[in-house]
Each structure stands twice: as C-alpha cells, then as structure tokens.
C-alpha cells in the first residue's frame, strides 16, 4: 500500500503540498508538546515542574524545524546547539544523547542544560530532538545558579559540559553522570531533571522515525522545504509591513558592582522592504565585561530576533503579520556580532552567568519601544526588569529533609502596555514574556521551611499611559526553620523601563529585610538598594520583594476615564495618581467602592489644564 | 411499566432518552431555548409521549426516575451571568485569583489583554488569620475584623461567598469559624468553604472550586428546582430529579444543590458513559459472531473489542470532544477548564476527563496570503452555517466540502429536512480555496478534508499520548451528528481497529444519561511518605471516606449495585505533579504489602503515562478519595432494528439493498468518483454487512465508509473493522 496523506481523500499535485505544508507541520507542533508535556509532569525541581522555564525543540541541520510555544529566550539557539554537535561529533550513533551548558558554543547560559538526541532516518542524521531546562543548580561556586558579580567562569565555578556524550546505546555515559552528582548540590533533582530531559528527547526521536517511515523520508524532506519556504515568505511580508529604514536603539544599564558606570548599549536595525530582510548589528558594543553580565551568541542574536518578532507579532493595526519560528523565517535575519563583546560572541573565560537577562533584555526592550517611538501602533512600551527577590534563588538546610536550592517564582513583573491593550499582568520580563508559571504558596511551603507571607499587586506601581503598563508585585517570605540563603539582583533602578509615545515609566524595583515579628505586627524595614542582593535569614526574618511594573504606551491624560475609574475600584491606582497623572477626577471613598465615581467637568478642566500648561 | 427519563440540554438541541424496564424505547429532539430552558423539556416530551401514543401527563405519571442534564451552569459562568460573589482569604495573599497560576497564548503577541479574574479583585478582601503547612495556626483568626469584612459584604449586597483560606486542608478550623460567622451575620447568603468542596493542595485551584461554587449557588438551586416542580406539575411523581454530575455520575437534586459546581460541564461528562455501554454492547455482539467469517477477514486479526481501550468521540456542528477511558472506566483530570487554557477558569475538581477541538461541519476553509491552507477553529456557526445552507454564509466549510465530494446527500441532509445547495458550496470552495490555491474544485475540496481530517487526527493521537493509549490497541465509540462523516477515516489513520457508531449518534450524553451511577465522592488531604508513613493521618482520612460512603449508600433508596472505590493522590518524592492511582478498596495501608501493592500500581501507571518509572524509589502521598456509586438497574441498548442481538439467521451478502447509488470520491490515487451504495440506516437487519465504499444514511448523520472498511448492523450500532485487501470500487 503507498503512504497515503491525511485522514481523508488525499488530493494529489499542487493540492497535495498545501495539505501536506498544513499536515505536517501540524505533526511537529505536536511532537514538541509531547517533549514538553513528558518535561513538565516528570521533572523534580520546581524551576522546570511548576514555573516551565524549559524549552523544546527539533532541528534539522542548523535550522530550527519546530518549537511549538517555547520560551522566547531559548528559540534561537537551537540551530547553534545542533551545529555544535556535529562540529564535536560528525559520525553520531542511534541510542547516543548529548548534554551541553557550553556558553562559549552555542548554549544561552551555563545554568540551562541542554540535552541533545540526534534522530537517524535511513541512517542519515536528519533531526535533533532538543531539551533545554534551566537547572535547580549546577554546581556554582554560591548556591545560586546566577553570579553576577562573577568574575569569569573560574569564578561562577559551575561545571561546563561543551557538548559531551551523556548517553551511548541508550545507556548513560556514567562518568559524566557521576561528575555531576559529585559537584551539583541536589544530585536526585538533579539526575531526576536529566532523565525527565531525556525522555522527552526519546520520544522526539521515536516520534520523528514513525513520522518517516510513515510518509517516506523523500516526502517529509519535501515539506520541509516548503514549510521553511513558506515561513520565509510569511516573513518577509512581515518585514514588509515594518516601515522601511534604519532605527538606532540605545539604552543603559545600571551600575553593577564591577561596572560602576553602568553599560551602554547599542543596536542598529534595518528593514530592507527590498530584500525582505532585517539586518541588526550589535557590534558597537563595549567587548567583555569582568561580571557575569555577557550574552552569549545565542543569547545576543535571539535578543535582536525575539525583539521583532514581538513588533511583528503584536501588531494592533489588523496587519495579520504572526510569523512563525523556524529556520525559514530566521532566514530574513542577520545580525551581526563579533568576538569578545558584551553583546556579541564571548571569549573565554568571561563569565555569561546572566546571559538570559539583563543586557539581551535591556536590548530586547529597547527595540520593541524603539519601533513604537518610530509608528503609532507598532512595538511595545519596555517592560520591567531584574530579578527581585520575588524571583530569587534560595537554599539551606531544612532540619526535617536535608539541604534545599531552588529559584523561587512567588510574584510578577509587570508586563509592557501596547497600542491595543494594558500590560499583562504577570509578565515577568521579556524572556518569559508570559509563559512562565507562579509557585503554588501551598505547595514552596510544604517542600521547603519557609513562609509566604504575602504576594499582592502593588498599587500605583504602573507606567501610566493610554494604555497603561501592568502593575508590579509586592512579596515578602523567610525561613519558617533553619537558615535562608537569598540571592536576588536588581536592574533598572537608575535606568527605568520606559514608556513610549507619552506614556511613562513605572514605578521600579527594590528590595527590603523585615525584622523577626510576630505574625501581623508592624514591620521594622531596611531598605536593600544594592543592585545584586544577598541575604542570610534567620526563622521569623523576611526579605522583601518590590518588582517593577511595566511602561505605558501614549499619553496618559488620553486615557478613558472609565478605565481610571476601574483602575481606582479595583485597587491598581490610587485616587490621587488617577488626578494627578490620568487627570482623571474620582470622587468618594476607594474604601467604600459603591461610593466612586467620575467627576466629567472637573476631569475635563483638570485635562484641559494639563495640555496647556504642556502646551506652553 | 415504570419509566426512565433521561434529558440533555445543549445549547442547540434538547435530548430525550426514554426507556422503560428493559430497554431503551427511543431518542427524541427537540430544539433547545436558551431564555427559557423549560421549554426544549416540554417539547421533547412531547415528542416522547406522541412516538408512544399517549399524553405527556400519562407518561410522566409512569416514570420513576428523570436524570437532568444541562448546560445552564457552564454558561452561565462563561456569560458571566452568575451570582455577585465575594471571595475571602488569608491576609496577604488577596490576589490569588487574579494572579492564577501563570501561562499565557502566543508568547511573541504582547497585544493581548489579561483575563478578567473571577471576582472582581474589589470583591476579594483578607481576614487576619494564618495556618501553617502542618496545620499549626501561626496568626489566631482576627473576628472583629472578619465581622467588620462581613458587614463590607452586605453593604455591598453580596449574593455568594467563597472562602479559601491558605492550608485549610491541613487545618480546617479558622475556615469554619469564618463559616459560622457567616450564618450568623449574613444567614441568607449562600457559602463554600474551600476545605469542604475541595481540600486540595494548590490554593488557586482550591480557590477557584470554591468561589465557581460559591457563584452557582443562588441560580442553580432555584434552576433545578423550577425543573423539579415544572416535571411534578405536569405529572412526575417519581424520586427527585437526579442531575449529572462532572465525574460522569447522577446526584440527587438535593445534593446537587449543596454544591452546585458539579454540575458544571456534566452533560458532555455522560458521553464516555455511553460509551462504554455501547463498547460492551460490541463485545457482546462479536461473541454472538458467526464462528466461519468470510475470507477476507481473517487477516484483519485484532483483539477482541472486550480487550480493547475505549476512546470516546462526540462530534458536533462547531466542535468535537473526545473522552479517554482505563481498564473499562472513564479518565478524570484535575485540569478541567472552563473556556480557554490559561485564560478561562479552572474548576479544579476531578472531571471526566474530556478535550475539545473547535472543528466541525461548520469549520471554516480558508487560505493565507503565502498559501498556507487552513481550516478552523473559525466556524460559520449554525448562522449563516456553511455556504451550503445557502443561508448567506460566504464561507468554504467542511459540510461544503463534503458535499461537494459526493459524501452527503444534497436531498437527505437531516432526513431531508434540510436541502443543501451544490451550487453555493462549489461558489464557496472555488473562490476561497480552490483559486487560491490554483487547483480545482474538488482538489480543493478534498485538501479542506485532509486537512479537517489531520485536525482530528491530531487531536486524537495527543489524547492517546498524554493517556499512555496505543491506538492500535484502542475501539472508538463515535457519536455526534458528525461523526460518521471523518471518524472512520481518520481510525484508520491512526491504526485503531474498530470504530463502533451507534444509531442514536446524535444523543450519546442522552443516551449515558440512563447509565449514569449515583455517586459521590469524599477526599482527604494528607503529607505523607511511603518510607516514613503518618499512620495516624492516613487511619484517620480513611475513616473519613468509609463514613461518607456509608451514609451515602444508607440515604440512597434505589436498588442496585453498591460499589466503592479507593483513589490516592501520589509522586515519587520530590516530583512536583501528583498521579492518580487506583487502590484495592480494602487498602489500609497497615503493613508492608499494602505499600507495595500501591508502589507496583504507582509504577506501571507513571509507566503507561510517561514511558518511564522509578521502581523503588519513596513516595509522597498527598491525598486519599474515595468513590461510591449505586449502578441502577439499566435497560437494553435500544432494538433498533427488527431482530435484536444475534446474528441468526445468517443475513446473506447480498441481502442489504441499497436506496441509491452516488458519486463519491474516496481515498487513494481515483481523482475520478466512484459510484457508490447508499444505504438507509433503518432498514439493514442487524448483521447486515456493508462492505466499503459506502455509505450509510442515518436520520441524524452520515457514515461514510472508505474502501477497505466493513461495516456490521448489530442491534443499535453499526461495528466497522478495516480489511487491507478489500479491492476500492464496491459493489455494482
């Protein structure tokens, strides 16, 4: 019998290839969920099992074939990861796995490990099926799997796998295994993270080999070139869409101990309607920083691709312009870099500790916000930044189980307002831009001696605008038993996100400790301004979490009162910043919210005042 | 004869089964109100009593029992139209609804508003209050201030209360006392207390339970009780209305009253139900199987249907939901939502575990500027429908496609009720799909099927994979007026063997409705390992669930089967995602083979779900349930058809006679239509084999058979197997 196509009637000739474009592509989106959904339900750490910081994906060649609703951060990298491989180990063997953390080759950063199963069809290496999960911890010179003030990588102190055999004829390649379990802190989260990764790179890749041996190999490879044909052309429309021209973004990074004067950063954009490209060009950067702050190459390009993808992407002008990720969209990208930059390609041994944040972040942002400044309607206004402690690595010795790490995800930062809509709300920065999940408070508290003693949104905290940024977060927690170790880092204290268009800055980050008090007693607060934040806890201590919100995206005197008026009743923003900043005029008690209401004649003096006085 | 009632309301159609003592007499439909619920009831009765030729009041005055089933709770929380209801929790943690657990569509469109929460974060106010993980109170509960929120909520005349109060399932006390304040100062405001309808670790999703609960509360006791007193006042003297439950079970309408929230969702519940019935009735059908079969059959060996899993498929007009089931019983997930994932609500109770893909005869075709072909999830609706209604839709549709392909009588749609347009259908898939795409008509046609088709088929196998289900190894049972239309093929596709479609496709949860047990279910949280056991917490949970099963099956009047279930929520010690295993009934958990009775069922479920297990490794046990159920008596699948249930007298091959002969294209290299048999549902006597191609006309659907399958006419469903070497062409 002949491979026939879908469920139905297959139709033949031209009519075959789109049915084949949508079917098969159908069945590689399908083929990730199942890595994801096997990641997610098998994993131990709860940075992989409850807030999904993982991503999965399949390669072919260099190029990026497939990865349904990855983690903006980790979709670009994939094509780099694949091409290490066969850099290393040209003549790979059904049943081998690979296990790479290599910055300097490919991978984000060291704290992500990425498990690599080459798939055989015919005998022909044709796919890689890739897991990346950011680890509980990887064996750092501090319990915490970000060093920011990490001199090189001799000082993160994490241990480098550049793309070594970890499984050969689907048995572990023990000595790599046992490397682990000796350096890292928990070896059982650890190995349990690494068979969860596994299994799904084992289903990947027996999924793919009945995807072949079902339609022919001649006709998956087929599609393959039609889906990445077609992506490239959905792209260029895309691009198209895009004004035409070259936009220069510059931003600043706050001052790092190390980096006293903080960083400036820079990228070029240009969109060719022509060619139907993007060129970027980060290489006006300053070289390597002596901190753990340095992009990787995957990390600096995906920062420029993840970027306009967003502008393309969230486009409120009814241009239906959604591109999909792959090989054939990133075809219309080039973005250039060059050796022993912060935002380039990094020499060893710089340390990239922090690859998946701050400086592709402040980039990230800077390029949505740019090309909103550029076209009303386009981009987005920059959303928060830094890791507040709400977002913060902790450890310790539970007296009950034995030592703990693990990266807490116990609030938000707010998300950047749009033209079309507010900020969403539990954003939390551009990398996850949405997808992560929130810590059960029920479930850190049974696994680990700690209490959660508040996570709430925090009022007035939001970049105002026509549309307004999302509100940020306030959480405190500390140790219910034994010691707490807390690291944290905060970014955008000096250098707010920006609002876009008029719209403004939110309120930004900050840290704090709370003295040991009884359960509902006034708090005694110190404040913790450093911008990379340790803290050791004693039970009863707590540290506490401001996290920025997101900028606005227009003018906020142009903001329609009935959206003041719900912002106010439900809490987001008090009845003095409605006046003061939306120019908004809300009488009665917020207490009592039955009581609100718009004041139409004040609010349009107050606003009729505010454009004059900016008028003149 | 006493009767047995049971009803769907859908949003469309109203389904009515009646059967009496021994089997099931017929399905009747009648179109749905939505203003006044009421009316599709009075009407299918109506249409009930006239098929058997007495007066609604007579019938009514001889039914025992009416089992309810509806949509009027999901909708209502989809429409927001539910109660005003206030949410009250631990200080600190206001926000727990709004923040959901995270997640989000699309995560390179930062243009997508975030989700209204539940209640309105100005509805969610903090009691002063806190308990530990292990249940010890670390804040005593603020009563002055609890009184003084409570005083807030009839100021701002608050119809329902929900309260979630952190580690209430370690420690129910503080949420007690907040309920007891409650009756005192707002006695006729309706409550849920989250311990009480969910203790279960999570607090969102607790929380979520509780105040979905809490907000059903005042529209469905007064729902259910119109129902009740309507049925009485037009003769029904029976016991009271038993309305579906989300586990796929019936409660008495007192009981539904009390926590209405699991009502929600319930009527596609009894769709697996029915399913499984209908997979019996095959097993039994197949062991009543002539001992010679004819030659071609003996290369389609595959295990017998008892063997088989059964995977229940319900397709409608706009959308297709699918059931898995285990070992002979329906699948329940914890991760139920209601409307979209991550931007809808969770209910957070264990449900019948049933998925839903937005395609269907109305899904809408349409090609992107680049040339990408695709069908749904937009659909044309029931207005203006499929450009084939030729009701205005502009739309190339599925339905269209599949008329253009010869599948469905332009004539016989509906039993004729409703005449479809060839013409409109081929001005529809020419200009949105076949130009576009630079093919021709039917081309284009069949790409819009294969394309529906893979949907499906996606669907499908991603419901097997995430169960642990080999297809191959798996029957489907296919209802919905859609049903036949795809489902044949897209089996075959998927290598499972057999596809069952009963006669009454279009009322599966109509149908389940009469096989639905009274149920009930009661859980216990617990934190605990298998290395270090609290005895004691255990005993105690265990305790718990044998008293509530008891005073259930002493409460319960009917007769029948009294059975109980035992559940226990686990994971390999550090996991962060909880199984559901199975355990022996009897299980205490005292001595050693106890534990590694459960260890052996924990491995080979994490086995079957997962490919991969840890034998030996501990286990954390986080919760016990237990189930209890009285099977009531059921009638028979209905006698569809002349004889009943057996084979003999052997029908000869050529016995069927075909209504008609059309042109239809099928699968395989023919561009040209085959002409093919058709076959009126009604009259082939049960045995009566329909070799493919062909095609079966049912009054509410269409069952095509490709070449190569071979349908069966058993009582009140059609069996269809695949044989590799049936030559395409079909009889002349």
């Not at chain 1, 190029?63 to 180990?89: D, N, T």
């Amino acid at each position: 019998m002949t491979a026939d196509t879908g469920a139905n009637a297959p139709p033949s000739g031209e009519a075959l290839r789109a049915v084949d474009l949508a079917v098969f592509s159908n069945r590689l989106d399908g083929i990730v969920r199942e890595m994801e959904n096997t990641l997610l339900r098998t994993a131990r750490s709860s940075v992989i099992g409850l807030a999904r910081d993982f991503s999965c994906s399949i390669v072919t060649g260099d190029a990026l074939l497939a990865s349904a609703e990855g983690l903006p951060v980790h979709v670009y990298g994939s094509g780099l990861l694949a091409r290490s491989l066969r850099r290393h180990h040209p003549n790979p063997r059904p049943g081998d796995a690979y296990l790479h953390n290599d910055p300097y080759d490919g991978n984000t950063h060291a704290a992500d490990h990425s498990l690599l199963v080459p798939v055989f069809i015919d005998g022909e290496h044709l796919f890689t099926a890739i897991a990346k999960a950011h680890q509980a911890d990887i064996g750092n010179a501090q319990p915490t799997t970000y060093m920011p003030t990490a001199s090189d990588v001799y000082a993160e102190g994490a241990l480098i796998f550049p793309c070594v055999q970890i499984q050969r004829d689907h048995r572990d390649v023990d000595d790599i295994v046992r490397m682990c379990r000796r350096r890292i802190r928990v070896p059982e989260v650890w190995y349990g993270d690494y068979l969860a990764m596994l299994a799904a790179g084992r289903i990947a890749e027996r999924r793919l080999v009945e995807l072949c041996g079902r339609f022919g190999s001649e006709r998956v490879r087929s599609f393959i070139r039609d889906w990445f044909d077609y992506t490239e052309r959905r792209a260029r429309r895309a691009i198209r869409a895009l004004p035409a021209g070259t936009t220069r973004v510059e931003t600043r990074l706050d001052p790092y101990p190390g980096l006293e004067d903080g960083l400036a950063l820079r990228a070029t954009i240009e969109v060719d309607h022509e060619a139907g490209r993007i060129r970027a060009d980060l290489r006006d950067n300053p070289d390597c920083v002596p901190i753990g702050l340095n992009l990787t190459e995957a990390t600096a390009k995906n920062a420029v691709v993840a970027a306009m993808l967003m502008v393309m992407n969230s486009r409120s002008d009814g241009v239906d312009a959604r591109v999909p990720l792959n090989g054939g969209s990133f075809r219309c990208f080039e973005v250039a870099v060059r050796e022993n930059c912060v935002a380039g390609i990094p020499r060893h041994p710089a340390s990239c500790s922090l690859a998946t944040g701050e400086v592709g972040v402040r980039l990230w942002a800077a390029i949505t916000a740019a090309f909103a400044e550029a076209s009303e309607g386009l981009g987005a206004a920059e959303a928060g930044f830094g890791a507040p402690p709400y977002l913060a690595v902790v450890s310790g010795e539970d007296p009950a189980r034995g030592p703990y790490v693990t990266q807490l995800l116990l609030g938000t930062t707010g998300g950047p307002a749009t033209a079309a809509c507010d900020g969403w709300l539990s954003f939390l920065g551009m990398p996850a831009a949405g997808l992560l999940y929130r810590d059960s408070v029920e479930v850190d508290e049974q696994k680990y001696p700690m209490i959660v003693y508040r996570s709430m949104l925090r009022p007035d905290s939001e970049g105002a605008g026509r549309r307004r940024g999302a509100p940020g977060n306030v959480c405190e927690y500390g140790p219910r038993a034994g010691e707490m170790q807390v690291f944290w880092s905060l970014e955008g204290v000096e250098n707010p996100p920006k609002g876009v268009r008029g719209g403004q800055s939110p309120t930004v980050g900050s840290a704090y400790h709370v003295e040991a008090i009884p359960f509902g007693a006034p708090s005694v607060v110190r404040e913790h301004p450093d911008a990379v934040g340790a803290l050791r806890l004693l039970p009863g201590e707590r540290v506490g979490s401001r996290s920025p919100g997101g900028g606005g995206y227009g003018d906020p005197l142009a903001r329609e009162p009935e959206r003041v008026l719900w912002d106010v009743r439900e809490g987001y923003v008090s009845l003095e910043r409605a006046a003061a900043t939306y120019g908004v005029v809300i009488t009665g008690d917020p207490t009592r919210i039955e009581t609100l209401a718009i004041d139409a004649a004040a609010t349009r003096a107050v606003r009729a005042r505010s454009a004059s006085a900016r008028g003149s | 004869m006493p009767f047995s009632i049971s009803i769907d309301t859908g949003g469309t159609f109203t389904d009515l089964v009646l059967s009496d003592e021994i089997r099931i007499r017929g399905l009747h439909k009648a179109p749905t109100t939505p203003a006044e619920p009421f009316e599709g009831i009075r009407a299918a009765l109506e249409e009930a009593a006239r098929a058997e030729g007495r007066a609604v009041e007579s019938l009514l005055a001889e039914t025992a029992t009416i089992v309810y089933a509806t949509t009027h709770a999901t909708n209502a929380i989809l429409e927001g139209r539910t109660a005003r209801t206030a949410f009250l929790t631990t200080e600190g943690h206001r926000d727990i609804l709004l923040y959901r657990e995270g997640g989000k569509q699309e995560p390179f469109n930062l243009a997508r508003p975030y989700p209204d929460p539940l209640v309105p974060r100005s509805l969610c106010f903090e009691l002063p209050e806190r308990v530990l993980a292990d249940g010890t109170i670390a804040r005593p509960l603020d009563e002055a201030a609890t009184c003084a929120v409570l005083e807030r909520l009839r100021a701002l005349e608050i119809e329902a209360v929900g309260v979630c109060l952190l580690w209430s399932i370690a420690n129910p006390e503080h949420e007690r006392r907040v309920g007891a304040l409650l009756d005192a100062s707002l006695p006729s405001v309706p409550y849920t207390l989250s311990h009480r309808v969910n203790p279960k670790l999570r607090e969102y999703r607790r929380a979520s339970s509780t105040v979905l609960d809490a907000s059903l509360k005042p529209l469905m006791r007064t729902h259910l009780r119109t129902i009740d007193a309507r049925l009485r006042a037009l003769g029904f003297r029976g016991e009271p209305l038993m309305v579906t439950h989300l586990s796929g079970g019936v409660l008495g309408l007192g009981e539904m009253c009390e926590a209405p929230i699991h009502c929600v969702d319930s009527g596609p519940a009894l769709a697996p139900v029915a399913g499984l019935v209908y997979a019996s009735a095959e097993a039994a059908f197949e062991a009543t199987a002539p001992a010679a079969p004819a030659a071609s059959d003996e290369r389609r060996a595959t295990l017998p249907a008892s063997k088989l899993d059964v995977l229940v498929v319900d397709a409608g007009g706009t959308s297709v939901d699918i059931s898995p089931t285990r070992d002979g019983r329906v699948v329940s997930s914890r991760e139920k939502w209601l409307g979209p994932r991550w931007i809808g609500h969770m209910t957070g109770l264990p449900a019948v575990e049933t998925r839903s893909i937005g395609a269907g005869g109305g899904s809408i075709a349409s090609v992107d500027a680049e040339g990408l072909l695709t069908v749904g999830p937009r659909s044309a609706g029931a207005v203006p429908g499929p450009a084939c209604y030729a009701r205005g839709g502009e739309h190339a549709t599925v339905t269209d496609a599949a008329l253009l392909l010869g599948r469905l009588d332009p004539d016989y749609f509906l039993a004729g009720r409703m005449p479809l347009s060839i013409e409109q259908a081929r001005a529809a898939v020419t200009r949105r799909v076949a130009e576009p795409l630079g093919v021709d008509v039917e081309e284009a046609a069949a790409a819009i099927l294969a394309v529906f088709g893979e949907h499906l088929r996606s669907f499908l196998s991603e419901m097997t994979i995430v169960q642990g289900l080999d297809p191959r190894e798996c029957l489907i049972v296919a209802g919905g007026g859609a049903a036949g239309l795809d489902v044949v093929s897209v089996a075959r596709e998927l290598g499972v063997p057999r596809v069952v479609i009963p006669s009454f496709a279009a009322g599966m949860s109509a149908v389940g409705g009469q096989y639905a047990d009274l149920f009930t279910s009661t859980a216990r949280s617990l934190q605990t390992t298998s290395t270090r056991p609290d005895r004691a917490a255990i005993e105690a949970a265990l305790e718990a669930i044998d008293g509530a099963a008891e005073q259930f099956f002493s409460q319960v009047a009917a007769d029948g089967t009294r059975r109980r279930e035992l559940l226990c929520e686990a994971r390999y010690a550090n996991q962060l995602w909880e199984l559901d295993v199975a355990l022996p009934a009897d299980w205490r958990g005292r001595d050693e083979a106890d534990w590694r009775e459960l260890a052996l069922r924990f491995d080979r479920l994490h086995s079957a779900l997962f490919s991969v297990a840890e034998p030996g490794a501990p286990l954390e046990l986080l919760g016990l349930r237990g189930e209890a159920r009285v099977t009531r008596p059921h009638p028979t699948l209905a006698a569809h058809r002349a004889e009943t249930g057996s084979h003999s007298p052997p029908p000869s091959p050529a016995a069927p006679r075909p209504a008609s002969h059309r042109g239809v294209r099928f699968a395989g290299e023919a561009r040209a239509r085959a002409s093919v048999p058709v076959y009126r549902g009604r009259a082939l006597p049960v045995g009566a084999r329909i070799v493919g191609p062909a095609i079966i006309e049912e009054e509410t659907t269409t069952i095509v058979l490709d070449p190569g399958a071979v349908a069966e006419a058993a009582p009140a469903h059609y069996s269809i197997r695949f044989s590799e070497d049936t030559v395409p062409g079909g009889p002349r």
